[in-house]
């Protein structure tokens, strides 16, 4: 059984480069989310996918930021013209949610991005 | 406006004592969900515990047991006869479920350290 997989871990880059990470959530999970966290903070929500369908994105998700989900699997989340304020632990989740029954959320292990 | 507030930034006990995380939150919704997740050194969020908002009754789980009290918007956490495993960041979360997004709202969390 594999949970929610983040790729890369680890990423270093410098300010004014683009950078692009992936998830995969648990497979037969529908639902898929974005958060930041940045040091000695909680987990900031940024956007969040119901299939292939974007359904929500914070206002913390600036034009530099966007995410895709193309197939209903896997999600890429790009930041372009990377800014040291986007320096930061990005999480990925999923659940299954079914209609309004909730279901919690599983956390992937999160790409650290380092921006100097 | 929803808001999780957890006051204690870091505990620290010895190995067997009694500890508890207070979590009080805000919302002006009357479904929603609580959480709590813990995040150890490693960096990836554990689920640990999902409460509806129309269930008070306090719940029970080995060493763990988390108190609900709507009347003080509060739900806390102990953990009984602490262990060195015990020792990560606990975070409380509040999702309000029914509006169509189930984005979760962490607090900043609580740095337990358990020492031997």
């Known amino acids: 059984d594999t949970g929610v997989s983040q790729d890369p871990r680890h990423k270093i880059t410098k300010r004014g480069q683009n950078v692009t990470f992936r998830c995969d959530p648990i497979?037969?999970?529908?639902?898929l989310y974005w958060y930041r966290q940045t040091l000695g903070q909680g987990p900031e929500f940024l956007t969040y996918f119901q299939n292939e369908a974007q359904l929500e994105k914070s206002r913390l998700l600036s034009d530099r930021f966007s995410a895709e989900r193309p197939k209903g699997s896997f999600s890429t989340l790009e930041i372009q013209r990377t800014e040291q304020g986007d320096s930061a632990m990005y999480l990925c989740a999923s659940s299954p949610r079914v209609g309004e029954y909730y279901n919690e959320q599983f956390f992937g292990p999160g790409t650290r991005l380092t921006v100097l | 406006a929803q808001k999780v507030t957890q006051a204690q930034t870091e505990i620290s006990v010895v190995e067997k004592e009694d500890v508890t995380l207070d979590c009080v939150y805000e919302?002006?919704?009357?479904?929603?969900?609580l959480f709590w997740y813990k995040q150890p050194p490693s960096g990836e969020l554990v689920f640990l515990i999902r409460?509806?908002?129309?269930?008070?009754q306090n719940e029970i789980s080995g060493r763990y047991s988390w108190n609900f009290q709507k009347s003080t918007s509060s739900f806390n956490f102990t953990i009984t006869a602490s262990q060195v495993v015990d020792s990560a960041v606990y975070f409380c979360?509040?999702?309000?479920?029914?509006?169509?997004?189930?984005?979760?709202?962490f607090g900043t969390g609580t740095r337990l350290q358990v020492f031997p």
């Open positions: 497979s037969e999970h529908n639902r």
């Open positions: 409460r509806n908002s129309f269930d008070e």
């Open positions: 919302t002006r919704d009357t479904t929603y969900y």
């Open positions: 979360a509040l999702s309000e479920a029914h509006r169509g997004t189930d984005k979760l709202i």
